[in-house]
């Protein structure tokens, strides 16, 4: 049988190429990811190839979202630490180190917010924030920073990332948030102070300023403060974790010559 030269040659059917990986081959350390951002964050780094270690007190929840990873085909680790003392930060990045040999990012992002005015607040909860959202932020980088200049200096993509979650309220400071408002501040200074005496060994340092996010973190208030304080405050259609998560992802996938130091997101219709 001749073939008709007016006919068109069959074509074979185009392949669906899979989206490349660009952490593939890294070890992400996620505090913070037994629930909202830092949850996410695992995620979507997950999903990007790095091998994520989760790491926060709650180990049914950070099984839960190990499932998760590991259902899609990725891996990750539990950590099951107390994030607010040294010896917790310890044990969760010698954990991520043990899971591969190796630590590429970490991203801090455990935080606590008691919402309430400073006359007769409880001292307790200030302690609280201030060792979660700033002490422990600082000693979970200082236990990494061996690691993270190491990643920087030998592995393949010759770059390291640190990402702090902090928040809009550590630019701008509002009443019944004073002490959240404190730490915050600090863990701004602190990234900065970091990030200019590393800047120079391609480890990047990012503060991330999420403003309003639909998180269980506001639940944890007491109930006569959030009694007291509802209605206060409408941010319009908040963001969601994941919005928060896909700007950390593109922030430690930028080129090795680029660094992103600071972002600030709100909700779109956030005014203050």
């Not at 929840?61 to 010896?87: F, M, P, Q, Y």
């Not at 591969?100 to 455990?110: K, M, P, Q």
């Not at 991330?208 to 639940?219: D, N, Y």
Request: aromatic letters at 2%; one cysteine or more.
């Amino acid at each position: 049988m001749t073939a008709d030269p007016t006919q068109a040659p069959t074509q074979a059917p185009a392949r669906t190429q899979a989206p490349a990986q660009e952490l593939a081959g890294t070890t992400a350390l996620v505090t913070g990811a037994s629930s909202g951002i830092g949850e996410a964050t695992a995620l979507a780094l997950a999903a990007q190839g790095a091998c994520v270690v989760l790491a926060a007190r709650r180990r049914d929840r950070l099984e839960k979202t190990a499932a998760t990873v590991t259902a899609a085909g990725g891996r990750a680790v539990v950590a099951e630490a107390d994030l607010s003392g040294e010896a917790g930060a310890t044990a969760a990045v010698s954990a991520a180190v043990a899971a591969t040999g190796r630590l590429d990012i970490v991203v801090n992002s455990a935080g606590v917010l008691l919402l309430g005015p400073v006359e007769d607040a409880p001292a307790e909860e200030w302690h609280r924030m201030v060792n979660v959202n700033l002490l422990g932020t600082a000693l979970v980088t200082r236990a990494a920073l061996p690691h993270l200049l190491r990643a920087a200096a030998d592995g393949p993509r010759h770059v390291a990332d640190l990402v702090n979650v902090s928040s809009l309220g550590g630019r701008v400071a509002t009443a019944n948030t004073a002490v959240y408002n404190a730490a915050k501040f600090g863990v701004n200074g602190f990234s900065e102070a970091l990030r200019q005496e590393v800047a120079r060994r391609h480890l990047r340092v990012c503060v991330v300023e999420p403003g309003f996010v639909a998180t269980e973190l506001p639940r944890h208030s007491r109930p006569e403060v959030l009694g007291a304080l509802a209605g206060d405050f409408d941010p319009g259609e908040p963001m969601r974790p994941s919005d928060v998560a896909g700007t950390i992802v593109h922030v430690v996938t930028r080129p090795r010559h680029m660094a992103i130091g600071e972002v600030l997101l709100r909700p779109a219709e956030q005014l203050a």
